[in-house]
């Protein structure tokens, strides 16, 4: 990562180089504690999912602030959560490939981990790299509960994964990884729960069949910032795995939004500059596809009624302002809400965190601090 | 950016860890004098785009080969560049805010340095800059071409900031950026062509417009690898800016190629592994939208008939076999060519460069060279 700071505290938004990916830390903390207090009363654990945020600065406040651990998605993120101090990480997914498998035991020996797997052989090749180590290990068996992705499916197969992981040593069979994804975005609440109510039988299940033959399964682990309380209030779910919430992107907020579920703040944000206003109703911020993901939509524009985010190529985002909208001006600083959260994090190597409000003029908030992202572009 | 290797030479691509970025170093050469090639026996000089790559070890593999220097996009990429020895790069896109003009004057006094313009603030503001540091820097006047992104209308409009640059101070007015960056994909090479000959028309008039008022315009620059050879043949371009030809990305592959046009080949690919295999017919790679950038469509499977990616998520690929494909096995190495190689290559700190072949087992290629991606994030 470059070590070459994107601002310097004390600064107005309007005095930070663009483009800059800002956290507004009044919204972003609101964010935190609204999740804590959602689940007060609920005997459920909060997992954070890190590879929202890949920043071990986030990962020590969610934690702080109740989070047993956190969630990641590649070794190398576990590793850097690591190095930052995180002393419980769950990789959420399948790790496959020796060289991958040896930095995974190697972690084990500095902190707790846990590993996903779908597949005996890969059961086989984490045991064998264990061993190597000396290191010890928990393992849960992911199953797919709608998401199609990967997963064993629930019931007897499940079982057997278990069976073979309780059978080597080094590997303690912690349960059932349950999370599905491709609910998290369906649109309506009824829709989403009635997909998320299949996952949670599919999980009551399983586990019931895997205790029914002599196996403990503490823990079922799962659920995203578009479902969390259904889990949480489900009986069966022991641990929430919730990453987007701390900055809610524009994709999430398009989401149908009532109780039991909070909704949370946008607290993300690209500062942008306009670089181009070729015509009165056409303005061009220096923010394209490189500044802000557009893989689940386009970003939109913050708190300016009338200007429409509608093109991004790679440097440059074409914004059009509808008739009666006052165009901002050259040079002129606007706030993007990005459309996915994650990718757009993974393309910046410091957030800039302001504190005291977004407008963008002398009555803002502030730059506070810089927080590295030291875990971006972490992929293997 | 991070200093760890994701490789070491000599490897084979089955012993690199995944995701990773890897050239095919013969394709890359061959694309690269395919293009000189092309261009023997026209007046058309090629300044390479370095937004493509950000990576000075291949612009002065580009300008050994024939280019005057490259364009970048950002400051920051430019500042790369020439930190990286290139001794002459065109910001071919418009530069606003006094931070980033203080770094483009203090960049022209390192490097020959040209810059594009659409508003006469930006000139002032430029003038302004290049005045304080006591700079020199060539300025070209972006004139829209049909792309309706940035750029001052064709005619009158041009010839209005022509003046003002000409009658300020350090700087010099080379010409006119007139890129036509909406047609590069456009399917047939008839509607290209099409929208290309209106290019054309529409720089050949401003230019005769300029020179009729009494002011030299040396240099029309644009084009890109979709159509270069249109603009070669017109006697209105005098320089061209191709980019993606060095890597050919799937949605490029996607466009009808035909003389004068010529085909390049894939030499950009993300080597991926197989972490899932839940039912046969459906594999997961550990390379999702964070490994390869989907703006432009999705990846696809290299040479491995009857796979096809249909779905990422942040960290997973899920590619589906048609019935009777022998289905990759967990743990398994594929090639994908990226849907669009400019935002895959700013996810990855390095390029693994390999030669001998793409074979991923003890017949391909091995690891020649791992460049750096210095301006990989280079936003402002």
Same mark, same amino acid.
């Given at each position: ?11 107005t938004l309007a005095e930070i180089d663009t483009p800059a990916l800002v956290?507004d ?14 689940? &007060? ?54 790790? &496959? ?25 890969? &059961? ?124 809610m992107d524009a994709d999430?907020a398009r ?11 946008h607290?993300l944000f690209v500062l942008a500059t306009v670089m181009s206003r070729p015509v009165p109703e056409r303005i061009v911020v220096d923010a394209g596809l490189k500044a802000s993901s557009i893989?689940s939509g386009l970003p939109t524009v913050w708190n300016r009624p009338g200007l429409e985010f509608t093109r991004a190529s790679d440097e440059h985002g074409v914004i059009e302002a509808k008739p009666g909208t006052l165009a901002p001006a050259l040079g002129e600083k606007l706030l993007l809400v990005p459309g996915h959260?994650?990718?757009t ?12 409000g977004m407008q963008i003029d002398s009555s803002g ?16």
């Amino acid at each position: 990562m470059t070590a070459i700071r994107p601002a310097q505290p004390g600064q107005t938004l309007a005095e930070i180089d663009t483009p800059a990916l800002v956290i507004d830390l009044d919204a972003f903390e609101r964010n935190i504690a609204t999740l804590t207090k959602s689940l &007060v009363g609920r005997s459920v654990r909060v997992r954070a999912h890190a590879k929202t945020h890949k920043c071990p600065e986030i990962a020590l406040r969610q934690i702080a602030a109740g989070a047993v651990g956190v969630c990641c998605q590649k070794v190398s993120e576990a590793e850097a959560m690591v190095e930052g101090g995180v002393g419980d990480v769950l990789v959420s997914n399948e790790v &496959v490939g020796a060289q991958k498998l040896a930095r995974l035991a190697r972690l084990a020996k500095r902190a707790r981990i846990g590993i996903c797997v779908d597949d005996p052989a890969q &059961v086989a090749a984490l045991g064998d790299a264990v061993a190597a180590e000396g290191a010890q290990i928990d393992v849960y068996v992911e199953i797919d509960v709608g998401a199609r992705r990967c997963g064993v499916a629930p019931g007897e197969p499940a079982l057997a994964l278990a069976r073979k992981i309780v059978a080597t040593p080094g590997l303690h069979f912690m349960g059932l990884q349950a999370y599905q994804g491709s609910a998290q975005h369906v649109r309506t609440m009824a829709d989403r729960r009635a997909k998320i109510d299949a996952a949670i039988e599919a999980a009551r299940s399983t586990r019931a069949l895997i205790v029914a033959n002599g196996i403990a399964c503490p823990i079922v682990t799962g659920a995203g910032s578009g479902s969390f309380m259904f889990e949480a209030a489900s009986g069966v779910y022991d641990e929430l795995q919730p990453g987007s919430y701390i900055f809610m992107d524009a994709d999430y907020a398009r989401n149908e939004w009532a109780p039991p579920l909070p909704r949370f703040e946008h607290s993300l944000f690209v500062l942008a500059t306009v670089m181009s206003r070729p015509v009165p109703e056409r303005i061009v911020v220096d923010a394209g596809l490189k500044a802000s993901s557009i893989d689940s939509g386009l970003p939109t524009v913050w708190n300016r009624p009338g200007l429409e985010f509608t093109r991004a190529s790679d440097e440059h985002g074409v914004i059009e302002a509808k008739p009666g909208t006052l165009a901002p001006a050259l040079g002129e600083k606007l706030l993007l809400v990005p459309g996915h959260c994650d990718p757009t994090v993974n393309l910046y190597d410091w957030y800039v965190c302001v504190r005291g409000g977004m407008q963008i003029d002398s009555s803002g908030g502030k730059v506070e601090a810089l927080w590295p992202i030291t875990a971006r572009g972490a992929l293997t």
